[in-house]
């Protein structure tokens, strides 16, 4: 299975990049072939071609898994590329959320309603 992992890049502390890093070796362990943004995606290109290189892997994306983080534009955007092409999704790490709409929440409902359940 091919799995892209939206996660943020930028303003994060180590312990955050070796958990999502650890994630990104259990899945390629199992088999599955994981674009991890952080490792595959170049980020010394300007942003529009960032973007461009994650909605394609995106969209070859059989699955997508999450690590949100509420203070990352670029996990929104790339979420909203994921939802727009209709992948299915897996919340790795969310945030907590009480009551009324919010981003956590709806992931919560968009892989739901895709039959998922959290990975951790």
Request: glycine share 8%.
């Amino acid at each position: 299975m091919r799995i892209f992992i939206i996660c943020s890049v930028r303003n994060v502390d180590a312990p955050y990049f070796d958990t999502v890093n650890a994630y990104a070796r259990k899945l390629e362990i199992q088999g599955h072939r994981v674009h991890l943004p952080a490792r595959d995606t170049n980020q010394n290109k300007p942003g529009i071609t960032i973007c461009r290189q994650n909605l394609e892997n995106i969209r070859r994306a059989d699955e997508v898994h999450i690590f949100y983080n509420g203070r990352s534009q670029g996990t929104h955007f790339d979420m909203g590329m994921a939802f727009s092409l209709g992948k299915p999704i897996v919340v790795v790490k969310n945030e907590p959320y009480g009551e009324g709409k919010s981003f956590p929440r709806m992931l919560d409902e968009w892989m739901v309603a895709n039959g998922g359940t959290h990975s951790i």
